[in-house]
T-cell receptor, first 114, second 111 residues
């Protein structure tokens, strides 16, 4: 079954304690991205990756890092989390077929930074 | 500078058709219209997309006006599980033709 998985699904942490949210897809997609979703602000893209070792900033990259060492995995790293990074995070993997673009989203990770 | 405009919310009776409108008056000739939905706190889910012809799949129908300036997503027999936020999206060139999610329409299906 084609899917995007994220772990953990829920996380409570404290300010400054480094954390990593993993994302994995089994569809062999080249393009992956991370979003955060906050009430009233919709989905905002944090980082994206067009292929292995190719990453770029999205709309709200401050405070985040990513890596793409292999095609299936795209972890999101918060080196020093702060309370304003409390949010719902989604990883997405994108399939491009000609002009058609279909994004497959993970189940989400709800993060609370105290 | 949003490329799409949707009503913030709509209600629909269970079993009736839900018709969700979207305006995209600045759409270019080769840009597709995409519809996604997001059930509470889950990841968004692809529904359907179209260019200029009407489209139908197992989830919904998409009606695009002849001038392509607006479209309507139709859920023919809405159920309570269709309660979600529905996003109408046209790829934004300033974002590298990526899909950018706006606020969408909150559809509440009521029994």
């Amino acid at each position: 079954e084609a899917q995007v998985t994220q772990n953990p699904r829920y996380l409570i942490t404290v300010t400054g304690k480094k954390l990593t949210v993993t994302c994995s897809q089994n569809m062999n997609h080249e393009y992956m991205s991370w979003y955060r979703q906050d009430p009233g602000l919709g989905l905002r893209q944090i980082y994206y990756s067009m292929n292995v070792e190719v990453t770029d900033k999205g709309d709200v990259p401050e405070g985040y890092k990513v890596s793409r060492k292999e095609k299936r995995n795209f972890p999101l790293i918060l080196e020093s989390p702060s309370p304003n990074q409390t949010s719902l995070y989604f990883c997405a993997s994108t399939c491009f077929r000609g002009p058609k673009e279909t994004q497959y989203f993970g189940p989400g990770t709800r993060l609370l930074v105290l | 500078d949003a490329k799409t405009t949707q009503p913030p919310s709509m209600d629909c009776a269970e079993g009736r058709a839900a018709n969700l409108p979207c305006n995209h008056s600045t759409i270019s000739g080769n840009e597709y219209v995409y519809w996604y939905r997001q059930i509470h706190s889950q990841g968004p889910q692809y529904i359907i997309h179209g260019l200029k012809n009407n489209e139908t799949n197992e989830m919904a129908s998409l009606i695009i006006t002849e001038d392509r300036k607006s479209s309507t997503l139709i859920l023919p027999h809405a159920t309570l599980r269709d309660t979600a936020v529905y996003y109408c999206i046209v790829p934004r060139m300033e974002y590298g033709n990526k899909l950018v999610f706006g606020a969408g329409t909150i559809l509440r299906v009521k029994s």
